[in-house]
């Protein structure tokens, strides 16, 4: 047994589970008129419900307990002091500096962060307003119209979704293209649209080495110069964001049009950095600062606010309170707002490579169950899709609900029934539909059909959460992002994973290389087990008839 499970706080907590397992939802509102105003919390222009969650008065305080215990409030410090809290990568983990907009110094190594932080944002600044006024031309002297920018996993992930959840605030001059699949038809489906000399190409990748990457920026360079065939033309048609100069330099980018970034910013903690170079092209810099502003103001809570009142606390202990008591296996995020789209693909990989981890800090395998599985879809399309399973099928998942009160956009009556939507499917999640119910909405016919009847009965004391926002600003969505980029460090903390490296995404990239090697060749593949062996064959024969 490892000491989380063996502790006080922990052995308190299950004891409460057993107590109030399948404590109602839905009386616990009757018999508690203030039950809202108790569970929810208001930050800025964002309120936080997490009053429809199976808690009681006492669960939360035992929850705070817990995080007591591991420490939180230290790791948290250390955290926003630079030190090394990424351990195997012998790393500070310091996205937080990146949107720091009170400029307070942050050190690494005893040296402040900040003069370069603000230094690359000054860069960006003014690259931005070039390309957006068209006064950076490409080669044959045209303004740009097309950004192709090239990266995966957190080089692309982040950027995409930010910039789709802010389109309201894009130039409809300049459109944002993002390629990440190795699959050649993520590159060809959209160079296909596009005139090489009005095309700008940032390559985004922090290492320069990643393959996928590496491939797209060369097809995108041979791309170029199939048309314009003069090399000096890169110069004006390609930038970089990365840490490393020499490898950007060997591709042929001016390292003058480089915009660097550090090796304390993990990489789907990048965003905020020059990776979000493409964010702030589309939207501008302003905008880009507010995004940062709004993370930073969330920073500024997480930092200095007792646990009680902390949301990315609360969440994260909710989410604990779930994975590890109720032995929930996953998660799902529904915004109920279309430009939030590929909100759970970036936080799929935010916390799932973040506390995917069964391995804890001392290298001890834990026997607890670490992050949960992320997954969900904007409303209200995941009700046509998947609520079934969550209304009435065997699983327990807590969901998170989120929705803008206000509209960029002018079709009044197409909001008013999203948002109805939006409140509707988290209160019958609570209540259900008892068999008392369904039985008077039937007629009389129906009734004698019990199959029928148990069919529509809804168990109800489904959990979730629920954030409504102002409207989906740069500045509430900046901080939208860092209570759940928080959420997922108090997690990491508390299972005692270093929520910071991503080893687990290594083997298959090396048994790629093997098996690439084997693609080319003429001699039977024997190397594998016989499964693999018979699908590298088979895909030859198919490939070569
Ligand atoms: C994220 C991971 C990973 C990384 C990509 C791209 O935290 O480290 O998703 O972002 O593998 O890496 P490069 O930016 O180095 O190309």
Redesign the pocket.
Known sequence: MSSLTESKAWIVLKNHYHQIENISIRNAFKEDPNRHNKFSLQLNDILFDYSKNRITDETMPLLFELAKQVGLEAKIKSMFAGEIINTTEHRAVLHTALRNRSNRPIYVNGLDVMPDVNRVLAKMRVFCASVRSGEWKGYTGKAITDIVSI?????GLGPRMVSTALAPYGSDSLKIHYVSNIDEADIMEKLKHLAPDRTLFII???????QE?MMNAFAAKNWLLESIKDPKAIARHFVAVSTNTESVAKFGIDTDNMFEFWDWV?????LWSSVGLSIALKIGMDNFEELLSGAHEVDEHFRTTSFEKNIPVIMALLGVWYNNFFDCQSHAVLPYDESLRYFPDYLQ?GDM?SNGKSVDMQGQNVDYSTGPIIWGRAGTNGQHAFFQLIHQGTKLIPCDFMAAANSHYYLPEHHKVLISNFFAQPEALINGLTREEVKQQLTPGEQEDSVLVASKVFAGNRPSNTFLLKKLTPKILGSLLALYEHKIFVQGVIWNINSFD?MG?ELGKVLAKTILSELESGEPIESHDCSTNALISSYKQMRDC
């Open positions: 990266g995966i996993g957190g080089s985004a990748s922090k290492t320069f080495t990643t990457t993990g990489g789907r903690y990048s990989q490579e991503q995404v």
